[in-house]
């Protein structure tokens, strides 16, 4: 967790110094559409949120640690959860449209999918997971649970 706080708080301070350009694909990428579109702000709260937990850790203040520690993982969890909706939303879309596009199609499925697959491991603000692992299990088996997409 400490090499990922590490990384988040560079790719976060890059974020807030700059705006980027989203050509990478690392988590600062989606944070900056989601900051951009579903969520303004959020950026802001889980830079801030960094932070503080950083300032606490070298308080030796676990309280306000924990905190803040919650307030990263649930936003982050946020945004995983906007993108696995935004991408599945333009898999539908492009299969329903009159000329479908297979390239938008398949981007957006193979996009969504990666994302439901991260759903099992995000917190909501009362700690539990958007989708338990069975409920990811049922989703992506075969497409089980994606026949409205697949059609």
């Known amino acids: 967790m400490r090499v990922l706080g590490m990384f988040m708080v560079k790719n976060?301070?890059?974020?807030?110094r700059q705006s980027p350009d989203g050509s990478?694909?690392?988590?600062?990428?989606?944070?900056?559409?989601v900051n951009a579109s579903e969520e303004p702000g959020i950026a802001t709260e889980i830079y801030d949120a960094f932070k503080k937990g950083r300032a606490a850790i070298v308080a030796n203040d676990s309280e306000?640690?924990?905190a803040q520690a919650e307030i990263v993982k649930t936003k982050m969890s946020r945004v995983i959860l906007h993108k696995a909706a935004y991408y599945l939303r333009g898999a539908a879309d492009a299969k329903a449209a009159s000329a479908v596009d297979y390239a938008?199609?398949?981007?957006?499925?193979?996009?969504?999918?990666?994302?439901?697959?991260?759903?099992?491991f995000t917190y909501d603000?009362?700690?539990?997971?958007?989708?338990?692992?069975?409920?990811v299990e049922y989703n992506v088996d075969g497409f089980g649970g994606w026949k409205w997409i697949l059609g």
Do not use: P, T
């Open 12 to 16: 976060l301070i890059l974020l807030q």
């Open 24 to 33: 990478g694909v690392l988590f600062a990428k989606y944070l900056k559409k």
């Open 64 to 66: 306000l640690r924990d």
């Open 104 to 120: 938008d199609y398949f981007h957006g499925l193979s996009e969504g999918y990666g994302f439901v697959l991260s759903l099992q």
């Open 125 to 135: 603000a009362n700690g539990n997971s958007y989708f338990s692992h069975n409920e």
